[in-house]
């Protein structure tokens, strides 16, 4: 095996451990749930249900991981296999949308049922970057495939988050760039219709196993993932060394998405 190849595979099966998810304010959850489930008998897609009942949304996701390991099992095409344990891996943890600030996570299953010596490189490409990953509008927020990036760093950053607000905000409509460990983002501000929305784009590269984190609570924040969306002007200063004159955001009515840092890390690490 190739060190490119063994690199891949590493960084491969920490991000099945972690997949990648995104940080909410319950500020900002509407005030119905929207949960999105992906479907076994459509890989790929991404189905929206309007529920309210959480034991018959856990019943609908326990039947779903049920199929798909089922399925897993029986496979005897690699590249199936592979886009099986993908979804059970990453999109069947689902985070719930409301005003109850309901969460279901279904943990990662940590195996891999093939040889990593055959998991080749264009292959996983391929499965990682189909064009319908993870892309479909929930009323103001979007997932998006994030296509530009090299395979290994594409591990880490597969999608953009976009979030808006119900009302126009006051802050200025602009771009403003970031620095965190050495590496360049550019947040962009883009006023739509009745909402104003930050849209992250990374013009670096990360390494995902860097940004393996534990599921924590801080403030008003429920971690789950490796960016970190908040308002709260102490938390961005307490946590990431900001000051106050470089924090450009209105008590209530706007959002930013900023990458959260690393554990035992300094605190001075970003910068707008």
Known sequence: MTNDNQKFITRYKLFLNKPPAVYLDKTYFPSYTYIALLRTQRLWHLELLQLNDKEKIRKELTRELSILKNQLKHSSDFLQKLRINWLIQNNLQVIIFS?????INFDAI????TDEKSLELPLAYEFMFHKSLMEKQIEKMTFNDYKHIDTY??????????????????NE???YQITYQQEEYLIKINEEDNFTGFQLANSGMINYADYIQELNETN???NITNYILTNDKKHLKDVFGLNDDKIELGDDEICI????????ETKNCVYL
Do not use: H, M
Not at 99 to 103: A, E, I, T
Not at 159 to 170: A, H, L, R, T
Not at 257 to 264: E, G, W
């Open 110 to 113: 940590n195996y891999l049922t």
């Open 153 to 170: 760093n594409g591990i880490a950053n597969y999608f953009v988050n976009q979030i808006g607000i119900s009302e126009k905000s006051e």
């Open 257 to 264: 998405l900023i990458p959260k840092p690393r554990r035992n």
């Open 99 to 103: 005003n109850r600030y309901l969460s």
């Open 220 to 222: 008003n924040i429920i």
């Open 173 to 175: 409509i602009g771009k």
